[in-house]
């Protein structure tokens, strides 16, 4: 990818060098001569689809310097421009507290079950489960309590369609916005990415973002006799959850077991969707 070789580029010139105190100033000298060099590519290239891709694959790179490290690698590691400036315009939108947010290792994952937030996050979700049943005699409510690795949302960010959609309408106001011949500024660029308005029909988060991701977030599903009458498709959500009275009926059993969960998720709509509250 021409972001991946701008990068590399930028690193490979700050490498050649003895950094010392001046490291941060020569690592954005070398930056910004790669970065120029791409755009110059890009603008002198023939209006093809190829020229194209690659002037928006500098957007990607001029808009996304100085993310965290772990904001940049998943940035490389999705497929497709317009599905990476999607991303990036999650991260920008998450400002300060996107470290905060961002996904647990895979280490802490596996070790999250026998902490104490894990044990009483466990002992919650039995609660839910339990009142659920209590009040529903016949149906059994299911959750999924496996946490989300970043590896597993990258994979669904990159074949999710609803993701795919939306992120077209991104690529194409970004279109629209700057002509071929005009190099927006950082601060145009970062602005338009965040200002732009259509981002809650993508029925993902942006990969490192997830609630799941920190086992905070929990999807149930109602089964009788061991078949899912009302799952997490989203198409089905309003039939299968709202018209059915399942969503009352989950919301009521979380109440009943102490509300430690707060729900459901409203953009996009998962009514099956919980996000738990330590106490």
Known sequence: MISRNVRHLARSRCCQCDCGADSTRIRRQAFASA??????????APATAAASE???????VQASAGLPPAAIDALDRIAGIDRRLLALRAYLRAGDALSERWSWTQERISAYPS???????AIEINAVTAAFATSNPGFVLQVNRQPRSLDVQ?????ENESVGKTAAMLRAALERRFTPNSTPLNAELRKAL???????????????LSAHGQAR???????????????????????????AGWTQKLHAAISIAGNRFVGPLQSPYEPWHYIYVPR
């Not at 990258?154 to 990159?158: A, F, G, M």
């Open 194 to 208: 965040i200002e732009w308005p259509g981002g809650a029909a993508a029925t993902l988060a942006a990969p490192g």
């Open 35 to 44: 970065l120029g060099i791409l755009f110059s590519l890009a603008s002198a």
């Open 115 to 121: 902490t104490p937030e894990g044990k009483a996050a």
């Open 154 to 158: 990258i994979t669904r960010w990159n």
């Open 54 to 60: 690659a002037r928006q694959d500098a957007w990607v």
């Open 217 to 243: 977030a929990f999807d149930f599903q109602v089964t009788h006799h061991e078949q899912v009458i009302a799952g997490t498709d989203a198409a089905s959500a309003h039939r299968q959850w709202d018209a």
